[in-house]
């Protein structure tokens, strides 16, 4: 019996770069890329009723933190992930978490 070895192809932020705006969610997770499609329209309602429930939470007197949608959350070169929506409690630490391109580089809380 022969055996043959294929050499797994690692991917990489840089290669999100060359990837296509075509409506599809392109994620680089332990070097594997993982495609989606745009999600349903009630998941993008239910999304979309949440954030707007943590922001206005956020803008309160109170000083809470700071939600957004769809960030770009960038671990490592191996390790690039689109949530749905994120909700960072230290609007202070925030500005330490964002990479130049301003992607996060940490998990947040939510």
Not at 32 to 53: C, E, I, M, Q
Not at 93 to 98: G, I
Request: proline share 5%; net charge negative.
């Amino acid at each position: 019996m022969t055996e043959t070895t294929v050499d797994k192809i690692r991917f990489t932020t840089a290669d999100l770069d060359l990837l296509p705006e075509d409506g599809n969610r392109y994620e680089v997770i332990d070097g594997d890329l993982f495609v989606t499609r745009s999600p349903h329209w009630n998941h993008n309602k239910v999304v979309g009723r949440l954030y707007s429930a943590l922001d206005s939470w956020s803008l309160s007197d109170k000083g809470y933190g700071e939600a957004v949608l769809v960030p770009g959350i960038v671990f490592d070169q191996e390790n690039a992930v689109e949530p749905d929506a994120v909700w960072v409690s230290d609007k202070n630490r925030l500005p330490q978490m964002l990479d130049e391109a301003g992607h996060l580089t940490e998990a947040p809380e939510v």
